[in-house]
């Protein structure tokens, strides 16, 4: 199996900014596309950004020129760097990797656990 281990939310006032890191262990063989999503209260989950597997990026309308995607292979890890922050960016963030594990042949997906961030005076 694989594991996804978030960390980086919080607390943030208004026009502050938030790193929030994404980390996978188990029996990993490759990982494809990395993606951030949130959903908020009463709210849908919806894609923040994605990354693909050549550093390939596409970002929410709502997000473009505030948050930045990375990825780090060697660490399985990815990032999200949000600046900028507005209080309707107050939501659960959620990551998640479609992995493809040792000796097996399909793609999988996997979910992080979830980090709450709040943007708030």
């Known amino acids: 199996q694989v594991q996804l281990v978030e960390s980086g939310g919080g607390l943030v006032q208004p026009g502050g900014s938030l790193r929030l890191s994404c980390a996978a262990s188990g029996s990993i063989f490759s990982i494809n596309v990395m993606g951030w999503y949130r959903q908020a209260p009463g709210k849908e989950r919806e894609l923040v950004a994605k990354?693909?597997?050549?550093?390939?990026?596409n970002y929410a309308d709502s997000v473009k020129g505030r948050f930045t995607i990375s990825r780090d292979n060697a660490k399985n890890t990815m990032y999200l760097q949000m600046n900028s922050l507005r209080p309707e960016d107050t939501a659960v963030y959620y990551c998640?990797?479609?992995?493809?594990?040792?000796?097996?042949?399909?793609?999988?997906?996997?979910w992080g656990q979830g980090t709450q961030v709040t943007v708030s005076s």
């Open positions: 998640n990797f479609v992995v493809r594990r040792y000796l097996v042949g399909r793609l999988e997906d996997y």
């Open positions: 990354i693909s597997s050549g550093s390939s990026t």
